[in-house]
Nanobody, 113 residues
Framework: VQLQASGGGLVQPGGSLRLSCAAS??????MGWYRQAPGKQRDLVAV???????NYADSVKGRFTISRDNAKNTVSLQMNSLKPEDTAVYYC??????????WGKGTQVTVSS
């Protein structure tokens, strides 16, 4: 199983970024994104199930949108109205039907003027 994430970078407050993650090696019941800020635990950002159900962190609702292409085994996160507190390393996550978790390498998102 491999998860290859792309996107991230430096953006000014109020700006937008898009993260993408391509998975291979399995069919995943849940795919999504987590983030970890310095000195903090890794927290859920947004996840989507195979049938399209979503779960967002309260802090990103209305600003972030998760999407998924089951045929291509990809998951994306459109991040709008970014805030400095969104600064973190973002990790792609995929969970298979046996509830085994797989993680991609993190990608840095920095929101700063």
């Amino acid at each position: 199983v491999q998860l290859q994430a792309s996107g991230g970078g430096l953006v000014q407050p109020g700006g937008s970024l898009r993260l993408s993650c391509a998975a291979s090696g399995s069919i995943f019941s849940i795919m999504g994104w987590y983030r970890q800020a310095p000195g903090k635990q890794r927290d859920l950002v947004a996840v989507m199930s195979l049938n399209g159900n979503t779960n967002y962190a309260d802090s990103v609702k209305g600003r972030f949108t998760i999407s998924r292409d089951n045929a291509k085994n990809t998951v994306s996160l459109q991040m709008n109205s970014l805030k400095p507190e969104d600064t973190a390393v973002y990790y792609c996550n995929a969970q298979n039907m046996y509830r085994m978790d797989y993680w991609g390498k993190g990608t840095q998102v920095t929101v700063s003027s």
